[in-house]
C-alpha cells in the first residue's frame, strides 16, 4: 500500500507561483512513476505533468507546458510541481497519484490517489 498526501496549495494571485508536493509512505516510491491532475469544479479531471520512476523523463499537458515543472526526490519519496505564471483557468482541486510502473500512462489508470490539494488563481 501506498499512501499519497499533497500540500502546498493555496490563493495566489494571476502570475504567481506555488509549489506542490506530494509525500508517499512506503519504501518503494521508486518503484512508481508519478503524475498529477487536476479537477476544477464542473470540469472532468485532466491530466497535468508526469515523471518516470528515475525522474529521468517528464512530460506535460500542453497547457502548463513551459509554465509548470515536474520533479521528485526519491530519497525523500516526494515528488514536486512547481507552478509558475499561473492563470485564472489553472484553479483547480491537484492531485497526484502513482503507477506501479517505469513510466507513467495518463490513459491507464493509477494505482493510488492522493486526496488533493486546492489551488486557486484570483485574476
Known amino acids: 500500500q501506498v499512501q499519497l498526501v499533497e500540500s502546498g496549495g493555496g490563493l495566489v494571485q494571476a502570475g504567481g507561483s506555488l509549489r506542490l508536493s506530494c509525500a508517499a509512505s512506503?519504501?518503494?516510491?521508486?518503484?512508481?512513476?508519478m503524475g498529477w491532475f487536476r479537477q476544477a469544479p464542473g470540469k472532468e479531471r485532466e491530466f497535468v505533468a508526469a515523471?518516470?520512476?528515475?525522474?529521468?523523463?517528464?512530460y506535460y499537458a500542453d497547457s502548463v507546458k513551459g509554465r509548470f515543472a515536474i520533479s521528485r526526490d526519491n530519497a525523500k519519496n516526494t515528488v514536486f510541481l512547481q507552478m509558475n505564471s499561473l492563470k485564472p483557468e489553472d484553479t483547480a482541486l491537484y492531485y497526484c497519484a502513482a503507477q506501479r510502473r517505469m513510466y507513467f500512462s495518463e490513459y491507464s489508470e493509477s494505482d493510488y490517489w492522493g486526496q488533493g490539494t486546492q489551488v486557486t488563481v484570483s485574476s
Open positions: 515523471i518516470n520512476w528515475s525522474g529521468t523523463t517528464t
Open positions: 512506503g519504501r518503494t516510491f521508486s518503484t512508481y512513476a
